[in-house]
């Protein structure tokens, strides 16, 4: 891995401003219907982590990041497919497997945290490992965002090929991004050129 938290190449999965949950499902994207993985290797993951973490509660220190190892990555990879299957089944409106839910509890309860005054304000302490703290977090959040009102603006993406998750900020929305929709917008017209009844 580099030795600057900087250099890192974030491996291509984006950041489009969703819920932390929502992001760290999104690290599984697809390029024009192709799967790719934005967390492949530790480096990506690090790289991942530096660019969220100012959204982070408690952001690991650069020291850290930079050590991100297999080990860290095994347990992201396994936290993603958690939230990946627990907001299907939100979308989906059905009861998700009773292991998903233990697994996301368990890296949940694996960075029990507190709020310290540190005057004139406060800072969250936790004596976890500073990755499994940011996994804490991100399985927090999840529940956050699972049990909160953001819930029924869950949404996936209608573009074409696209298999992200967004939490929907307008009534009219429907795909994660702009780009998405573009896409969308491009295929319906070449659909109904090539057949005018098709789409009504």
Known sequence: MSTRIADLDPGGAPLLGEPLPVE???TRYAVRGTPHEGLAE????AAWLRDIAPRLGNPPS??????????DLARALDLRDCVGALLTAALTDTVP?????ER???????????????WPTAVTRTEADPITAVL??????????LTGPDRTELRACHGPGCILHFVRNNPRREWCS???GNRARVAR???RSKNPSADG
């Open 24 to 26: 760290l499902a999104n």
């Open 42 to 45: 530790p480096a990506h993951l």
């Open 62 to 71: 650069e020291a850290a990041l930079l050590a991100v190892d297999a080990h």
């Open 97 to 101: 497997a009773a292991d998903t839910v």
């Open 104 to 118: 996301l509890n368990t890296y949940t309860r694996a960075a029990p945290r507190w709020r310290e005054l540190t």
């Open 136 to 145: 804490a977090e991100l399985a927090g959040a999840t529940v956050d965002l």
């Open 178 to 180: 702009a780009g998405c």
């Open 189 to 191: 017209h070449y659909r």
